[in-house]
């Protein structure tokens, strides 16, 4: 079997037996890509390809001036490839079992103030050409930081699932898995009035023959809902009137703005791993130390006895 066979079947059994998502599937396939042109260069493929063929390709992604990140993203690509080659018979032992990668460097998340997530939701509620723009804006960003929600979730999030003032939200998240997060009634209120909106924007379109859309925030576009990428532009534009530096924000630094302010104001660390959907406890520990490093940097702005020559103490 080719090595463009090998990476097509792996996807394949990805989407159907774990669920992958799109995105994930498409990660998988451009690291898998770039190790398949390696060894092809090499003269190499992945059935003949040895542990020193892996390693001499790590090296050269290193030499190439990839980051650890990304070495350590295309080893667990390549370890998962042949895990199910060995599973599947395509080879009967694992080359790369014993490799062990660079790791990854543990970066703290970018997060937000209070004060700053307060004029982002201020500047939501006053940009757009339109009223409807204005109501599906507030609404997307109260949505946001009422949930922590994956920005993925949240633009595909059906209309269904907003139905009937819930006071409770079903997302669907990574690998199928649901699960149900609270509503804040600021979320609730937006929300009541961006429903409005919409179906009343939904039933004009149905008059010109056109079909329901099933999405809360749907568009002409081909996905039928708002891309991820065009909220991306929209929360800049947020950013930018509500005096908020626009390189500190993004979809996701509100989901890391919503764990970090909920840890700081008492909630319980599993609680918050629930709502954001994270698989293991393990990944929301972060914010621990997102709020460790805060009120250090607190105590160094705040506190008298805090001298220049004090700081490497604390």
């Given at each position: 079997?080719?090595?463009?066979?090998?990476?097509?079947?792996?996807l394949e059994a990805m989407a159907a037996e774990r669920g992958a998502s799109a995105n994930t599937l498409a990660a998988y396939e451009r690291d898998l890509d770039d190790i398949h042109r390696w060894l092809t260069d090499a003269q190499r493929d992945f059935d003949s390809a040895d542990r020193d063929d892996i390693e001499s390709y790590l090296v050269d992604c290193d030499t190439r001036g990839l980051s650890r990140a990304t070495r350590a993203r295309r080893l667990s690509a390549v370890k998962q490839l042949y895990r199910f080659a060995f599973e599947e018979g395509l080879r009967t032992d694992n080359p790369v079992v014993q490799i062990s990668g660079p790791g990854r460097e543990k970066r703290l998340p970018k997060t937000l103030s209070p004060e700053e997530v307060d004029r982002l939701l201020e500047a939501a509620t006053q940009h757009g050409r339109s009223q409807a723009d204005k109501l599906r804006n507030t609404c997307l960003m109260q949505l946001l930081y009422a949930?922590?929600?994956?920005?993925?979730?949240?633009?595909?999030?059906?209309?269904?699932?907003?139905?009937?003032?819930?006071?409770?939200?079903?997302?669907?998240?990574?690998?199928?898995?649901?699960?149900?997060?609270?509503?804040?009634p600021p979320a609730r209120a937006a929300l009541s009035l961006w429903l409005t909106e919409r179906d009343a924007a939904d039933a004009q379109a149905q008059d010109k023959g056109l079909p329901a859309s099933p999405y809360l925030f749907p568009s002409r576009?081909?996905?039928?809902?708002?891309?991820?990428?065009?909220?991306?532009?929209?929360?800049?534009?947020?950013?930018?009137?509500?005096?908020?530096?626009?390189?500190?924000?993004?979809?996701?630094?509100?989901?890391?703005?919503?764990?970090?302010?909920?840890?700081?104001?008492?909630?319980?660390?599993?609680?918050?791993?629930?709502?954001?959907?994270?698989?293991?406890?393990?990944?929301?520990e972060i914010y621990t130390h997102v709020l460790e490093a805060r009120l250090r940097e607190l105590v160094l702005e705040h506190h008298p006895m805090a001298q220049d020559e004090g700081k490497g103490d604390l």
């Open positions: 079997m080719s090595g463009a066979r090998w990476i097509s079947a792996f949930t922590g929600m994956r920005v993925s979730e949240l633009v595909s999030l059906p209309v269904a699932a907003a139905r009937g003032d819930p006071r409770m939200l079903l997302i669907g998240g990574k690998g199928g898995k649901e699960r149900l997060v609270p509503l804040s576009g081909k996905s039928g809902h708002l891309t991820r990428h065009a909220f991306y532009n929209l929360i800049k534009g947020f950013a930018l009137e509500g005096h908020v530096d626009p390189d500190k924000v993004t979809p996701h630094t509100l989901r890391h703005a919503f764990a970090t302010h909920l840890l700081a104001n008492g909630a319980d660390l599993r609680a918050i791993q629930t709502l954001l959907g994270h698989a293991d406890v393990a990944t929301t």
